[in-house]
């Protein structure tokens, strides 16, 4: 396991070197209420252009911009690129802020519009057809699956029981969370009877890209469901295309929405596109604040200078 960064002497690198390095893929509209925090809080900026010069501090994605600074900091959620590069001894922390919650509208946004026949509506409205068949009905099943119970997870699990579903967590570890009415381990899913993939209705993925998430969505695990509707909103590595279409065209997966895909952007010659059954969006449903990054920095450099772990750390053995 990586080694943990001293968080003491990294409180006294901050007060003898308080310099800041942006990296330069730090978003021009963000530059400004970094720099606006930084001075706040008695540090340094540095641009780029210094990657040279010692830093305690980087922000950024890219571990060339990162090279010798004590602590680096992402300013999005995703660190797939910094955490296998970075030095054991390197402090990696990332932006969450309000993303969890914005994640969460998104999937019950994308749940209520299945349910109520959005598409078909909007498309009779178009056409003047007033056509009052097959109205939308509750659902047969009030079960969801999340995989993933962290931030993200666990505002999503809120979120769809407040639309009456029974939620279940799916985790490397199985541990208990008070957002889920049960969480299980990932790896035992399949052989337990506790998730009754048949009374399933939404199944959610909020994972993050490692090398232990890409792929694990298989045609098996898809197989314990029944027409459920999977959301992704983590990264598109967790589930490969092909097997997407597979439990799409035997019925397992009677509709994806997919925010996140495996090439991103996706090709216009993707097979994705061409499948009703499939709704893509690009990528929007947790877009990062100015506001997020900045309360991000602001929340670890307290608990950097209080001598505590800050709890937005990456294990960087782990990539999460």
């Given at each position: 396991m990586s080694a943990e960064p001293e968080t003491a002497g990294l409180a006294e690198a901050l007060r003898t070197s308080p310099t800041v390095r942006l990296g330069d893929d730090v978003e021009p509209g963000w530059r400004d209420a970094i720099t606006t925090w930084a001075l706040s809080r008695d540090l340094e900026i540095t641009g780029p252009e210094v990657v040279g010069r010692a830093a305690t501090l980087a922000i950024t994605t890219k571990p060339g911009n990162a090279v010798g600074a004590a602590w680096v900091h992402s300013p999005y959620a995703g660190v797939e690129d910094l955490a296998p590069a970075l030095?054991?001894?390197v402090l990696?922390?990332?932006?969450?802020?309000?993303m969890p919650q914005r994640i969460a509208e998104y999937v019950l946004a994308w749940v209520l519009a299945e349910r109520w026949h959005t598409a078909r509506y909007i498309a009779d409205s178009a056409s003047a057809t007033w056509d009052p068949s097959?109205?939308?009905?509750?659902?047969?099943?009030?079960?969801?699956?999340?995989?993933?119970?962290?931030?993200?997870?666990?505002?999503i699990a809120r979120t769809l029981a407040t639309i009456g579903h029974h939620v279940t967590g799916l985790s490397r570890s199985g541990r208990p969370d008070e957002a889920f009415d049960a969480v299980l381990p990932l790896a035992g899913a399949l052989s337990t009877t506790a998730l009754d993939g048949p009374g399933v209705d939404v199944l959610v993925l909020a994972l993050p890209h490692t090398p232990q998430t890409a792929g694990l969505i298989t045609p098996g695990l898809l197989r314990a469901f029944d027409g459920v509707h999977l959301i992704n909103i983590g990264r598109g590595s967790a589930v490969r295309t092909d097997t997407l279409l597979g439990a799409i065209t035997t019925g397992h997966v009677r509709h994806a929405t997919l925010d996140v895909t495996e090439e991103e952007p996706?090709?216009?010659?993707?097979?994705?596109?061409r499948r009703p059954e499939i709704t893509v969006t690009p990528h929007v449903s947790g877009l990062t604040l100015p506001s997020d990054v900045v309360a991000g920095l602001d929340a670890a450099l307290s608990e950097i200078r209080a001598g505590r772990r800050p709890t937005s750390a990456v294990a960087l053995d782990r990539g999460y």
């Open positions: 030095p054991g001894h990696l922390t990332r932006t969450t802020g309000t097959d109205p939308p009905a509750p659902p047969a099943r009030d079960g969801a699956v999340v995989v993933g119970t962290g931030a993200m997870g666990t505002a996706l090709a216009p010659s993707s097979p994705l596109w």
